[in-house]
């Protein structure tokens, strides 16, 4: 069991890492290349966006669960790995339900992002958004390769 525990923790984990980077690398940069205008790749990114962070959180319920079900104590939610993997889930959760509904209905008041020019407000704050949506990810990723680390380090046996 303990074993099984330890492998879900890092499958989880492991898991949420790699997804944030595929989404990064390969589905931000084929969607603009691929979609025929800037704000159908928008779509889909915001949309694929919505959809890791669901997962995302769900890897990070399971990581949470696995670790206190593996300590069998509450005091596993203070581990500095539980609390890296907490982190990221609330990274999640403001992109997911403040930045990114934030976003969208700056994108619908304007209409076309790209033709809206940088000086209007709607466009300044669209364009601050988005950098802190890159921020987010980019810090829950750090975090989670330090929470991956930590975890994989705990969980060896000693040399």
Request: hydrophobic content about 50%; proline content about 4%.
């Amino acid at each position: 069991m303990s074993l099984s525990l330890k492998f879900l923790r890092v499958l989880a984990l492991a898991g949420w890492i790699g997804a944030i980077g595929y989404f990064g690398v390969v589905v931000t940069e084929a969607s603009f290349r691929v979609l025929p205008s800037p704000e159908q790749a928008g779509l889909v990114v915001g949309r694929t966006l919505s959809g890791l962070h669901t997962m995302g959180l769900m890897a990070a319920a399971t990581f949470v669960i696995a670790s206190v079900a593996l300590k069998k104590k509450l005091r596993a939610l203070v581990a500095p790995t539980v609390l890296g993997v907490s982190l990221m889930a609330l990274l999640t959760v403001v992109s997911e339900y403040y930045v990114m509904p934030r976003m969208a209905e700056l994108r619908n008041q304007m209409g076309s992002v790209d033709r809206t020019p940088e000086s209007d407000r709607r466009r300044a704050e669209f364009d601050r958004l988005h950098a802190v949506s890159v921020d987010v990810e980019a810090a829950a990723v750090v975090m989670g390769l330090i929470a991956l680390f930590l975890t994989v380090r705990e969980d060896s046996p000693p040399d």
